[in-house]
């Protein structure tokens, strides 16, 4: 939720919805963490269990910004005749994660599925795998 309040002279205010809903108006002292674009308050002293849900709290917090900084990136002017709904963007972080960033990949589109590889071959891929994209190649020509 966003609370927004700001005094006469300018001031930001907690408002003591926002400290409720957060479990800190218990509170007597809060620390706060000064980040680029954003002040984060917590509880001084926390219990590792608290820590950990913070943890995944500030995660759900990435990913949502992550969404929204991707939905709103302006798509580039030519896409090949696509319209803007056939395209679907991907996070250069996930490439990063499979650690094929810097690959050729490859791209197959199967039932309900659509899977990145590396062309480069650097991960020798299941058997399995191999013939089912092998049968599809074949079936595409």
Request: glycine share 4%; net charge negative.
């Amino acid at each position: 939720m966003t609370f927004i309040k700001y005094t006469n002279d300018g001031k930001a205010v907690i408002q003591p919805a926002a400290l409720t809903l957060s479990g800190l108006e218990q509170e007597e002292t809060l620390e706060m963490h000064t980040l680029e674009n954003a002040i984060v308050l917590l509880k001084p002293e926390m219990m590792p269990v608290e820590k950990a849900a913070l943890m995944m709290t500030l995660m759900r917090l990435v990913n949502s910004l992550t969404v929204d900084m991707m939905t709103t990136v302006d798509e580039p002017e030519a896409n090949d005749g696509e319209s803007d709904s056939d395209v679907i963007g991907v996070p250069i972080e996930a490439f990063a994660d499979a650690g094929i960033l810097q690959d050729d990949l490859q791209v197959f589109s199967m039932e309900g599925a659509v899977v990145i590889v590396s062309e480069d071959r650097k991960v020798k891929w299941d058997p399995e795998f191999v013939k089912m994209v092998t049968e599809r190649e074949k079936a595409n020509d």
